[in-house]
């Protein structure tokens, strides 16, 4: 049974650009939640997505966006790229209202270099 | 504003000893809390989580402690196996008053070090 999937693994962007990773949940799971993890940090919510709308935003600017299609799967997209954005970028998928005793699956990560 | 603060960046033990990791909290609104584990080069995995209707749950080799009136946990691990050694995140939500569902706010974590 796969796990929860994100690509790519590593990514190098120049500051300005945009970027776009991408996360397929696990086998059975219906929400997406994706969260950045700076250096020496804990993960920070982004947002999360469930039957395809944004249900709920961290404290993020609008540069960060996404979307989740039908089969599930979701991509995050930063635009206008800045130095601060290099983490390594989170996905976890989980069942809607399913929270309490499991928590999410998370993923391995897409670990962001911007310079 | 840090909401979970984890406190001790490193913590090392030997092999066979009790681990305590430890970890604050500050918004009272928290119902939920878990702790989670990751490993370099790999996402957190779940590894025990408590309600604060509770003041213990235990899982083989790993206890989780709630104090709600000190806004204070910890996680036990016993016996400490070299392979325990990994970063630990302690997480909290408020869920349970309300809160937004997806939002878990994590801790900067401790890296645990079990030495054989």
Same mark, same amino acid.
């Given at each position: 049974?796969?796990?929860?999937?994100?690509?790519?693994? #590593?990514?190098?962007?120049?500051?300005?650009?945009?970027?776009?990773?991408?996360?397929?949940?696990?086998?059975? #799971?219906?929400?997406? /939640?994706?969260?950045?993890?700076?250096?020496?940090?804990?993960? =920070? $919510?982004?947002?999360?997505?469930?039957?395809?709308?944004?249900? =709920?935003?961290?404290?993020?600017?609008?540069? $960060? &966006?996404? #979307?989740?299609?039908?089969?599930?799967?979701?991509?995050?997209?930063?635009?206008?790229?800045? +130095?601060?954005?290099?983490? +390594? !970028?989170?996905?976890?998928?989980?069942?809607?209202?399913?929270?309490?005793? !499991?928590?999410?699956?998370?993923? /391995?990560?897409?670990?962001?270099?911007?310079? | 504003?840090?909401?979970?603060?984890?406190? &001790?960046?490193?913590?090392?033990?030997?092999?066979?000893?009790?681990?305590?990791?430890?970890?604050?909290?500050?918004?009272?609104?928290?119902?939920? @809390? *878990?702790?989670?584990?990751?490993?370099?080069?790999?996402?957190?995995? $779940? *590894?025990?989580? %408590?309600?604060? %209707?509770?003041?213990?749950?235990?899982?083989?080799? @790993?206890?989780? @402690?709630?104090?709600?009136?000190?806004?204070?946990?910890?996680?036990? %691990?016993?016996? /400490?196996?070299?392979?325990?050694?990994?970063?630990?995140?302690?997480?909290? &939500?408020?869920?349970?008053?309300?809160?937004?569902?997806?939002?878990?706010?994590?801790?900067?974590?401790?890296?645990?070090?079990?030495?054989?």
């Amino acid at each position: 049974d796969a796990g929860v999937t994100q690509s790519p693994t #590593h990514l190098i962007k120049t500051r300005g650009q945009q970027v776009t990773l991408r996360c397929s949940p696990k086998s059975g #799971h219906d929400t997406v /939640s994706w969260y950045q993890q700076a250096l020496g940090q804990g993960p =920070q $919510f982004i947002f999360q997505y469930y039957e395809e709308e944004e249900r =709920q935003r961290g404290n993020f600017p609008d540069r $960060f &966006s996404g #979307h989740q299609f039908p089969n599930y799967s979701s991509e995050l997209n930063v635009n206008a790229l800045l +130095l601060g954005d290099s983490a +390594l !970028y989170l996905c976890a998928s989980s069942l809607f209202l399913a929270l309490t005793n !499991y928590g999410y699956t998370f993923g /391995s990560g897409t670990r962001l270099t911007v310079v | 504003d840090q909401q979970v603060k984890q406190n &001790s960046p490193s913590l090392s033990v030997q092999e066979g000893r009790i681990s305590i990791l430890n970890c604050d909290y500050t918004n009272s609104m928290f119902d939920y @809390f *878990l702790w989670y584990k990751k490993y370099p080069a790999e996402g957190p995995t $779940f *590894l025990i989580s %408590i309600s604060s %209707i509770k003041d213990k749950n235990e899982d083989g080799r @790993f206890t989780v @402690f709630l104090n709600k009136s000190a806004k204070h946990l910890s996680l036990h %691990i016993v016996p /400490s196996q070299p392979g325990d050694s990994a970063v630990y995140f302690c997480a909290a &939500s408020d869920w349970g008053n309300g809160g937004s569902q997806g939002n878990l706010i994590f801790g900067k974590g401790t890296k645990l070090s079990v030495k054989p």
